[in-house]
Structures are given as structure tokens and as C-alpha cells.
């Protein structure tokens, strides 16, 4: 073998060498880089998965179809006019209903007698959206107004559903400006800026300065880090009213049918006077957007039932109640 030859083969076979070697760091690395991006979505995934659940694990699953609530509805109203022909309300259907049945019970308060009106407040919790728009126009197109607890999202996309919100004459509510458990219930000092973040957000894009407010995940929630009685007090100092709900739509999980939503919403109602009914506004909560129609012609069709949004004189629902 020649000299030259000897020498070609040898160079070849370094640059063989050279790149087996750096295959063999390369391909570890990205399919370490690949791993850990993955990880971290999943991660992030199952952290707004457990956020989800915290809203959905503590209500109650409904029993009874949609088509006997509503057959229910239709017995309430002989009840009251057979009442009515007699001289009397007598014992309609939900004329005794509980309101929300409180963890902490304090000194008794005089209860107000019933005027013999349902009233139902629809609100919808997280957004905007790119479901809110849609949420807006359904809506408008059958005459009703809502309740929107919003986070804060400072992106231009979000700054004209804001403003719709307001002009369509709905009402405007806070529900914090991150939604993160993490940061927002850390201590009271993260609490109120997240609330004042929040509250001067709205007021410089809508020039509303809102003074309704909804916790995430409840006033009953076990996710706070901070004593809720706490941040409870704090609200009420800065004159603040704040909502729960005692009807749940169960669209928190997002695997909700329209008709399973429908079902709890119209099953729900039949048990109070005043029904705060929790929806929510977010992207992957299109069942929401289907069940809406349903669920306002149903109530629409109820003899004294009223479509309302929550002002600073609703009388709260509370899960919690101090005094």
C-alpha cells in the first residue's frame, strides 16, 4: 500500500471517529432538551388541571334530567296559581328552598319573605376568551345580562372584550389579576396587589372601578396558603362585596357535555330563590357556548323567573360566612 493511500485512509477514518463521537454527545442532549420540554408542559398542563378540579370536587353531581326539571318547573307555576286562585302562595315548589348552607353559621339574620320571584344571576368566571365574544353575542340576541369575573390579560386582542362587556351592559367583576393559587393566596401582602393590579387594569381599560369579587376557588377553597377569614375582612374594609355560587354548571373540568351542563344548571335553580349560577368563559369551555342557548330559553319559559346580573345590591352567596 502506498504511503498516500495509507494516509487518505487514515484521515477518513479520524473524521469517522470524530463524528460517531459527536453523535453520540448530540443525540443524548436533544433528546434531553426534547424530554424536558415535554416534561414541562405536562407539567404546566397538570397544574391547570388541578386548578380546574379544585372547582369542580366540591359541588355535587346532579340527579335529575333536565326534562324533569323542567317538568318541575311547569308544577311549580300550577302550585302558585292554584295558591294565588285560593288567597294564598302555599307551599309551591322551591317556595321553602334553602339558600347555600353556609361552613360557619353565626348569629341568626332576619330572612326577607319571598316576593314569589326566582332570580338567577348567570356568571362566567376566567375571562376574556376566545370564547367571550360568542358568550357576548348569545346574550344579546335573547336580551340577557350577565356577571363576568375577570383575570387580568393586558394583550391588545383582550382590550375591546373588556369594553364590549361593559357596553353590552353586563357587569364587570374581578376574580384576580393572575389566577395562580400560588402567588395570589402566598400572604395577605401578595392578595392586595394582586387585587389592586387588577382593579387599576380595568379601571385604565374600561374606566369602570369595579367593586365585585369572586376568590378563585370559592371562599371556600383549600388551596390558600393565608387564612381566608383574612382576606375575607380585607374585601369588606375596602368596601369590596364578594360572591360564591350555590348552582354549578360543572364546566371547571372541561369534559362536561352541553346537555350534562344544562341539566345541572336548570336542576339547580330549583332549590333557591336567588340561584348564582358559576360558569366559565375560557377557550376549551365550548360545551359552555352550546348549553347557553338551552339554558336561557329554558329559564326564559319559567313563569316568574328573572335573568339578572349581579349588582353591589344582590345579596351575596357565601360558602363561608364570618361575622
Given at each position: 500500500?502506498?504511503?498516500?493511500?495509507?494516509?487518505?485512509?487514515?484521515?477518513?477514518?479520524?473524521?469517522?471517529?470524530?463524528?460517531?463521537?459527536?453523535?453520540?454527545?448530540?443525540?443524548?442532549?436533544?433528546?434531553?432538551?426534547?424530554?424536558?420540554?415535554?416534561?414541562?408542559?405536562?407539567?404546566?398542563?397538570?397544574?391547570?388541571?388541578?386548578?380546574?378540579?379544585?372547582?369542580?370536587?366540591?359541588?355535587?353531581?346532579?340527579?335529575?334530567?333536565?326534562?324533569?326539571?323542567?317538568?318541575?318547573a311547569a308544577t311549580q307555576a300550577?302550585?302558585?296559581?292554584?295558591?294565588?286562585?285560593?288567597?294564598?302562595?302555599?307551599?309551591?315548589?322551591?317556595?321553602?328552598?334553602?339558600?347555600?348552607?353556609?361552613?360557619?353559621?353565626?348569629?341568626?339574620?332576619?330572612?326577607?319573605?319571598?316576593?314569589?320571584?326566582?332570580?338567577?344571576?348567570?356568571?362566567?368566571?376566567?375571562?376574556?376568551?376566545?370564547?367571550?365574544?360568542?358568550?357576548?353575542?348569545?346574550?344579546?340576541?335573547?336580551?340577557?345580562?350577565?356577571?363576568?369575573?375577570?383575570?387580568?390579560?393586558?394583550?391588545?386582542?383582550?382590550?375591546?372584550?373588556?369594553?364590549?362587556?361593559?357596553?353590552?351592559?353586563?357587569?364587570?367583576?374581578?376574580?384576580?389579576?393572575s389566577h395562580k393559587y400560588s402567588?395570589?393566596?402566598?400572604?395577605?401582602?401578595?392578595?392586595?396587589?394582586?387585587?389592586?393590579?387588577?382593579?387599576?387594569?380595568?379601571?385604565?381599560?374600561?374606566?369602570?372601578?369595579?367593586?365585585?369579587?369572586?376568590?378563585?376557588?370559592?371562599?371556600?377553597?383549600?388551596?390558600?396558603?393565608?387564612?381566608?377569614?383574612?382576606?375575607?375582612?380585607?374585601?369588606?374594609?375596602?368596601?369590596?362585596?364578594?360572591?360564591?355560587?350555590?348552582?354549578?354548571?360543572?364546566?371547571?373540568?372541561?369534559?362536561?357535555?352541553?346537555?350534562?351542563?344544562?341539566?345541572?344548571?336548570?336542576?339547580?335553580?330549583?332549590?333557591?330563590?336567588?340561584?348564582?349560577?358559576?360558569?366559565?368563559?375560557?377557550?376549551?369551555?365550548?360545551?359552555?357556548?352550546?348549553?347557553?342557548?338551552?339554558?336561557?330559553?329554558?329559564?326564559?319559559?319559567?313563569?316568574?323567573?328573572?335573568?339578572?346580573?349581579?349588582?353591589?345590591?344582590?345579596?351575596?352567596?357565601?360558602?363561608?360566612?364570618?361575622?
Amino acid at each position: 500500500m502506498e504511503p498516500k493511500d495509507h494516509k487518505k485512509r487514515i484521515q477518513i477514518l479520524r473524521r469517522v471517529i470524530l463524528l460517531a463521537v459527536a453523535a453520540a454527545i448530540m443525540i443524548p442532549v436533544m433528546l434531553c432538551i426534547i424530554i424536558a420540554t415535554r416534561y414541562d408542559r405536562a407539567m404546566d398542563a397538570l397544574d391547570r388541571s388541578r386548578e380546574e378540579l379544585t372547582w369542580y370536587k366540591n359541588h355535587y353531581d346532579a340527579r335529575e334530567t333536565w326534562e324533569a326539571a323542567l317538568t318541575a318547573a311547569a308544577t311549580q307555576a300550577v302550585e302558585q296559581s292554584r295558591a294565588q286562585e285560593t288567597g294564598g302562595m302555599g307551599n309551591t315548589a322551591g317556595g321553602d328552598a334553602p339558600e347555600a348552607e353556609p361552613q360557619e353559621t353565626g348569629e341568626e339574620e332576619a330572612v326577607p319573605e319571598w316576593d314569589g320571584i326566582r332570580r338567577v344571576y348567570l356568571t362566567f368566571d376566567d375571562g376574556p376568551s376566545s370564547s367571550t365574544d360568542d358568550i357576548l353575542s348569545i346574550l344579546r340576541d335573547y336580551g340577557v345580562r350577565a356577571t363576568f369575573f375577570v383575570i387580568g390579560k393586558p394583550d391588545k386582542r383582550y382590550e375591546e372584550i373588556y369594553n364590549r362587556i361593559v357596553t353590552d351592559g353586563h357587569t364587570l367583576a374581578m376574580h384576580s389579576y393572575s389566577h395562580k393559587y400560588s402567588v395570589l393566596y402566598e400572604s395577605m401582602e401578595s392578595f392586595q396587589t394582586d387585587l389592586h393590579k387588577l382593579q387599576n387594569f380595568l379601571y385604565d381599560t374600561t374606566g369602570i372601578w369595579c367593586k365585585l369579587y369572586r376568590f378563585p376557588g370559592g371562599s371556600s377553597n383549600n388551596a390558600s396558603g393565608t387564612d381566608m377569614g383574612e382576606l375575607m375582612a380585607y374585601l369588606d374594609r375596602e368596601n369590596i362585596t364578594w360572591f360564591d355560587w350555590n348552582v354549578d354548571g360543572g364546566d371547571a373540568s372541561g369534559s362536561m357535555s352541553a346537555y350534562q351542563i344544562t341539566e345541572r344548571v336548570l336542576n339547580g335553580i330549583q332549590d333557591y330563590h336567588n340561584s348564582v349560577v358559576l360558569l366559565h368563559d375560557a377557550a376549551n369551555k365550548q360545551t359552555t357556548v352550546e348549553a347557553l342557548p338551552t339554558i336561557i330559553e329554558a329559564l326564559q319559559a319559567m313563569d316568574d323567573t328573572e335573568l339578572l346580573p349581579i349588582t353591589e345590591d344582590t345579596e351575596p352567596i357565601h360558602h363561608v360566612v364570618t361575622r
